[in-house]
């Protein structure tokens, strides 16, 4: 498969403006695949995904950064837990982010986010995250109302601001070697339908169900206005923006897997090459425990 053909179709190119309604299908699925073959490369994925985890550790320069959008019902729990599953749980993170604390709403928007960042040689997934604040919080101008800030900031002017601080936050964290990639799970408003369906019909799902939920739909055109705003003013060089189609959770997954292992390719990844004194030591280590065996 090539690659960059294969994942091309998702990119939002940096600073040419996109429409999602035109330019990106939630039913996608690259017909040349079906889905035996996507389970079939995402397990190869998920496999590539976990050598390149444990030498990332092991190097301990780099730090990985996965930032998850998507509306409810998308599939960004599913796609954490199907994807991250070959994955040490000692060098990876998952953070979900509500809405915030008291303590969270007296500092910057910013705040709760830097606390929640992956150390060096680490994978960190935010299931939402510092995008919310451009997409509910404008959806809902009430948040807004209630966010501690000087009534002067509060202006129109507020949104691009943003816009502004999140790429400068994402070129520092890059400049100090945390890659950041970001996804949207681009679900259609008739397969949230059904998904809410299912979580009220299942028993085994009704815990997910939630009717506020079910109310944001009539807000979906503005949500999906934030988001193409959010995606044309912050999709970058640095922290490139990904629309998944969600639709299909199966293809999702293996478009989410192909993406994080070729940006964890492209770092040139390799285990630490010992020095001298570490190979003696290696080697009088191996004389020690050999005399072990040799002795009555």
Known sequence: MDTDAFLRPFLVPPGRPIVLARDYDPAYTAEFLDKSEAEAALQRGIEQLARYQEMLYAQNQ?????????????????????????????????????????????????????????????????????????????????????????????????????????NNFEKFLVNNGTVVIKFFL????????????????????NWKFSLFDVKQRARWDDYMRAYEDMLNHTSTPWAPWYVIPADRKWFARLVAAEIIVRTLAGLNLAFPTLDEKRRQELAEARMLLAAEAAKP
């Open 62 to 166: 780099y730090a990985l950064l996965i930032v998850i959008q998507g509306m409810d019902a998308s599939g960004k729990d599913s796609l954490i837990k199907h994807v991250m599953s070959g994955l040490n749980p000692q060098g990876t993170q998952v953070y979900s982010f509500k809405a915030p604390s008291a303590e969270e709403l007296d500092h910057d928007y910013l705040w709760r986010h830097v606390k929640a960042l992956p150390e060096r040689g680490r994978i960190g997934i935010f299931n939402r995250s510092h995008y919310e604040e451009v997409l509910i919080v404008r959806v809902y101008p009430e948040i807004l109302a209630g966010q501690h800030l000087p009534p002067t900031l509060k202006d129109e002017g507020i949104w691009q601001r943003r816009f502004e601080e999140i």
């Open 186 to 205: 681009n679900v259609s408003k008739e397969e949230q339908r059904k998904r809410f369906l299912e979580r009220i019909e299942l028993p085994e799902k």
